[in-house]
């Protein structure tokens, strides 16, 4: 399958059209963006790893019943998606508390969150991602009661799946943002999965492995990466 033109390009991915009006081509670039785009940089690597690493895991949730937009990797930096109508609200769960959590509610880092922490906020980068609720929701038509429970639920089953996958590797998983997207009447995962949208912790040190160690300047962010893919058994070639 082949790129035709390109239909958008965003912070870390461009997405291009195919000849199959329901088939687009996911490209992961280099670039590493925070702060809704202020900080940004290129990491070498990245793409290749985030690409790998997305489709590693969007398998693995297919193969727990969790419907998604992946088709196949098909080459270091490109992957074959399913072409959503993407609702523009992103999904957070959070098992232990970090980031906007912990600035917003005076909640120290780390806390465990029981039961976990589900939250929406608006795709949104000019007015840097908002939180919203069911009302806001509802209210604006950014997706129907229906869609808003699906989302819940399979951002939740998600969380099954993955706590899981990442305790084997020795990893905990903090938190993570998902996107959805209607497909032929049914609301299916879309967007990526990787260490640029979610946090993982070493179990024992809680070292971070995520993109954390970009927005506060730890270095080592792809050799972070690789090794949350090694942990994982993903080959990187
Ligand atoms: P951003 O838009 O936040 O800068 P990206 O650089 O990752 O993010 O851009 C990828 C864009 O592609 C996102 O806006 C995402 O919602 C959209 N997208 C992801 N998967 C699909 C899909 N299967 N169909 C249509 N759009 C998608
Ligand atoms: N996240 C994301 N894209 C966004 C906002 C958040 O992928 O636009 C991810 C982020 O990597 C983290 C989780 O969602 O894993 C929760 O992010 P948080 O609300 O704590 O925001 P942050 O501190 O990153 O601004």
Redesign the pocket.
């Known amino acids: 399958m082949k790129r035709k033109d390109i239909l958008y390009s965003g912070k870390a991915k461009s997405v291009y059209t195919t000849d199959d009006a329901d088939r687009l081509i996911l490209e992961f670039r280099d670039d590493t963006s925070a702060f809704d785009g202020e900080k940004v940089e290129q990491l070498a690597r990245k793409g290749r790893v985030n690409n790998y690493f997305n489709a590693f895991i969007m398998q693995k949730l297919a193969a727990a019943g969790i419907e998604n937009h992946f088709i196949e990797r098909i080459s270091d930096n490109e992957s074959v998606v399913r072409r959503l109508e993407m609702l523009p609200v992103?999904c957070?769960v959070r098992n232990l508390a970090?980031?906007?959590?912990c600035r917003r509610l005076g909640i120290e880092e780390g806390r465990e969150l029981k039961p976990p922490v589900f939250e929406f906020?608006l795709k949104n980068d000019a007015l840097h991602?908002p939180m919203i609720n069911e009302s806001h929701i509802r209210t604006f038509g950014w997706a129907t009661d229906e869609e808003v429970a699906q989302m819940q639920s399979l951002t939740l089953a998600v969380n099954t799946v993955l706590r899981d996958l990442f305790a084997a590797g020795n990893m905990l998983l903090v938190?993570?943002?998902l996107e959805f997207g209607r497909y032929q009447g049914r609301l299916l995962l879309g967007d990526e999965f990787s260490p640029?949208?979610?946090?993982l912790w070493d179990a024992q040190t809680r070292e971070k492995l995520d993109?954390d160690r970009f927005?506060q300047g730890l270095g080592g962010v792809i050799e972070a990466y690789e090794e949350v893919a090694h942990r994982l058994g993903i080959p990187l070639d």
Do not use: I, Q
């Open positions: 992103e957070v970090a980031g906007s959590l906020f991602d938190d993570y943002k640029d949208g979610c946090r993109k927005r």
